[in-house]
């Protein structure tokens, strides 16, 4: 048994209200990591008394990661969210009919021949991003709106057959700034400090219905035009409108197929853009590790044209995998993920959960965890050298969530990550800005903020 079972909790804690002090609204995630650091793999804040606990120790998220003893948690943020994607993979509650028949209709769609299929619209797509830029050469670029625009652009084309002109417009889509809306929204109305309704005021809130109104709107004629249309098409949408689940023999309803449209425009490109802005930032500044990929890519596609690799050549490129492997542990785009306790436990020797109790395991903490070594904050593909990988428990690097609820998008993201690393630092050199200083920001994700650089034709 541990010798200290009580979960520990913040200093100056105040009467009724709790563990409000040191909160932070713009920055949770990233103050939750420092609470971690001086309290330890496990603390808990009570805030009128709702208790919030947080883990990030590898012993203790061991623990937490058990399916058979604790199971995904809807957490608040993700609850707000649901006004928005409302059974949608990620927002539905366990158990939910919903959530099966679209986990069974939709898992198709992500087979290795499903991602084969996918690959000649990436590559075209990031062909695009690079004629763009081809067009605007000397001019620092806004890496986090143009990598957006890139994988909203993928997810689009090869989700629902939809292009969103992404690359025929300046500045962000409007689509995306509703989606980064809401996203924020969802993550501050969620913190639950005293009178935060009133600290967020009426007019975001108003602001929120209308974003909410406005992307079902647009996702709406992305289903309508499909239905009304008379060509075939190989892609998600088509999965979700003609194929039923195969428990049941039921198709998806009209609102369920909505809810899964929502989240993967969500999912399948926030997330995406974020962890290619960070790998680009990374790269840009650990030159060494940048010509490493070069030799990697050139090594397979010598000739100085925009490299047009098979999908089985994408697989090969190791190192650019570790890369962005590393690039997950230092800056998952997703910060953590909600669990809760399915009957009473105990976890690392002795802190006590009920049934129904959760926590939220920090990545940002859990990737920096001792079991990385003595320098966790260093940028080192080679940690996910095939050895170091063996020698760590697996459970300590979940970028995509753990058990049956993670993400269902893994293999689809990856690919689209190597390729359009590969293809970009074939083309260019990073040039990083010596003034630039890594400021993260947080929606319900996390991206780096005013992050410009220049890509310089090779």
Known sequence: MAEHTTIPHPPKRLPIVGDVLGMDRAKPNQKTLVMHERLGPIYRRTIVGMH?????????VADIN???????????????????????LFTAFNGTDAWTAAHNVLMPGFTK??????????????AELIGSWDQRQGQPVDVTAEM?????????KCGFGRS?????????DPFIAAIQRALDYSQRSSIPLPFVGKLLGRAE????????????SVVDDVIDARLQGSETHTDLLDLMLNNPDPDTGKGLDRENIRDQVI????????????????????????????AKVRAEIDAVWPDRSRPELSFDQVAKLRYTRRVIDETLRLWPAAPGYFREAIEDT???????????????????????DPVWGADPERFDPDRFLPENIKARPGHVYRPFGTGIRSCIGRQFALHEMLLALATILHQYDVVADPDYTLEVAELLTLRPAGLKLEFRRR
């Open 148 to 156: 957006s625009k890139l994988t909203i652009e993928v997810i689009g």
């Open 113 to 126: 021949e499903a991602m084969r299929g996918y690959h000649d619209t990436m590559s075209s797509t990031i």
């Open 205 to 216: 809130a108003r602001q929120n219905v209308e974003d909410i109104t406005y992307l079902r």
């Open 66 to 88: 058990d399916e058979t003893r604790f199971r995904k948690h809807v957490g608040r943020p993700i609850a707000q969210l649901r006004e928005l994607a409302g059974d949608g």
């Open 263 to 290: 989240t993967f425009l969500i999912a399948g490109h926030e997330t995406t853009s974020n962890a290619l802005s960070f790998a680009l930032h990374l790269l840009a500044t650990h030159p060494e590790v940048a």
């Open 164 to 172: 969103f002109g992404s690359f025929d417009r300046d500045g962000v």
């Open 346 to 368: 105990t976890v690392a020797g002795g802190y006590e959960f009920k049934a129904g109790d959760w926590a939220f395991v920090l990545l940002l903490r859990l990737h920096r």
């Open 52 to 60: 919030l606990t947080f883990a990030s120790g590898a012993e203790v």
